[in-house]
């Protein structure tokens, strides 16, 4: 069987979940990424470490969600059980896969079927996906939740500590992407869900302007740099939704502006490095001082790194 | 299928190429771990992201290995374009193939029919599937070597840049195993190969004790610290021969010396770990300022944590 790369021995499938597992390793790599584990951060439970061996665990599920073996929520909890089952440092990359299980799905769609990789078409076919989720979803996605520890955000409109939670979820016959829409106004990835994923693509387009895979020009021709600048630039733009669940929305509107003014430097000075690297360390301190980690944002530049190496990202 | 950390959707035979995948990157994550490449060093041409990217790359390889779908060099020679197709750097992990290869045919094969995990079992098939390799596997290591771009040892028996040299191993109608024994007074991957992969196993055991796999009290209860001693230990031991061909026999016995004299003190002081950074903290710096990187070490730890991960060391 010849692969995607032009090497024996690998099906589409498995591709699509070696592109995941580097879009989870790229991310957490990056470093100084401010107020995120990082290679050169970890946090008092969870360590650097913990997040490879998450994102290595994945692959089976990932390569199953490609070839559309299963559904979203099932999937979901697979994800969680084997992250949980390689390493001990709690929740790692509930959000991430929140977003690359139904894009790996309709990446699976999409080349299984000998079809060129197209960024919109690929985002497209992965809403249909996420709008087609049905009860059972919603239950796995709890169910999920719960054995991932994710920090529940107090405005959450069921108890997921409860079982008596799925009852009132059948009867009113919630989907997953209802409990979605419901989500959206303070949960990026739900926000992902509703909108198409128009973050994650703009997040691929930025890396891949940056990594030059268009032949143009690099501008930051080094993987690090471009997935640390993408994650200034997205945080930038969006006010992250795990620091506002940890504190309020000021405090996640004053990390994005503080964001927002090392991309700006960075952007007139014509994307010197050295002074920015500077500016980006001194940002990391502070917010790893005030436990403030733009968790969220981190999802998304996964998502982003994903559909990117997918499109043929190399380094 | 129930996988074998109990969650649903995985094979043996990806669980296989997914501990493969972690042995990789754990071992190029460890830090300060001397002379070479890891989270916090990069070489001029050669980065840590091309060595995240090679491990990522060649899941489906050790999959079809575990599957023994395929024969030892024609997966050496698949394993090396993987690696090639997804990064930049040149060479990153021929040796540690050259090891995992055979570990994961032979881990596929008992793992596969359900048997217990076996260290010893483990090596011993994974010792006769490479006493049974051929003239052909032989041809293909030598194409995978010109591929990898790997240091030629100045000692060869066989002019690699040449085709004709297939002719002549034909004529003599040498095995990849027979190569290997005439390297293996100068190559730890070739002698691991004759002597039954006896160092990989003692690494995979030092590791085991140091994390306390068997639940006695553990050592060195942290993956990073396990490693980066395990490391100097074997280094210790053993005159690194990836140092030795690029320098002398000399310089290679220097480099184990100052790492013996660092185990000593690290043994003496029941594992401190303060003053032990320290040390190896030094010795780093002096490894990289003279560009000795102690690489078949390196390649030899990776199938020591392959065999541990494999027998459920968890973090």
Chains 1, 2 share one sequence.
């Not at 650097?48 to 559309?68: C, D, K, Q």
């Not at 994710?150 to 009867?171: M, Y």
Request: with cysteine.
């Amino acid at each position: 069987m010849h692969s995607m790369d032009g090497c024996n021995n690998q099906s589409v499938y498995s591709h699509i979940a070696c592109c995941a597992q580097l879009g989870m390793i790229l991310e957490v790599s990056s470093s100084p990424k401010p107020g995120n584990i990082d290679r050169h951060h970890d946090y008092e439970d969870t360590r650097y470490e913990h997040f490879l061996a998450s994102a290595v665990s994945v692959h089976p599920v990932i390569e199953a969600a490609a070839r559309n073996d299963s559904r979203v929520g099932a999937l979901l909890k697979n994800a969680v059980c084997h992250s949980n089952s390689w390493q001990s440092g709690g929740n790692t990359h509930f959000g991430a896969f929140l977003l690359l299980i139904p894009l790996s799905m309709a990446a699976g769609e999409l080349l299984g079927s000998g079809k060129k990789f197209d960024m919109d078409e690929l985002v497209a076919r992965a809403h249909e996906i996420v709008c087609s989720t049905d009860t059972d979803d919603a239950i796995d996605f709890y169910k999920a939740f719960r054995s991932a520890g994710v920090r529940v955000n107090d405005v959450d409109e069921f108890d997921l500590q409860d079982d008596s939670s799925f009852v009132s979820l059948r009867e009113e016959g919630l989907t997953l992407y209802d409990l979605m829409v419901i989500s959206q106004g303070y949960d990026q990835i739900a926000n992902e869900w509703v909108s198409g994923f128009g973050d994650c693509v703009k997040c691929a387009r930025m890396l891949d302007r940056f990594m030059d895979v268009s032949g143009d020009g690099a501008l930051i021709p080094d993987i690090n740099h471009a997935v640390v600048f993408s994650f200034l630039k997205l945080l930038s733009d969006r006010p992250d939704t795990f620091i506002r669940t940890k504190t309020d929305e000021n405090t996640a509107e004053e990390v994005s502006y503080q964001a927002k003014c090392i991309v700006s430097k960075l952007e007139s000075s014509g994307y010197h490095m050295s002074p920015f690297w500077d500016d980006v360390g001194k940002f990391d301190e502070l917010l790893l001082e005030k436990g403030l980690n733009p968790g969220s944002t981190a999802d998304i530049i996964i998502a982003g790194l994903f559909i990117s190496l997918l499109g043929g990202l190399r380094f």
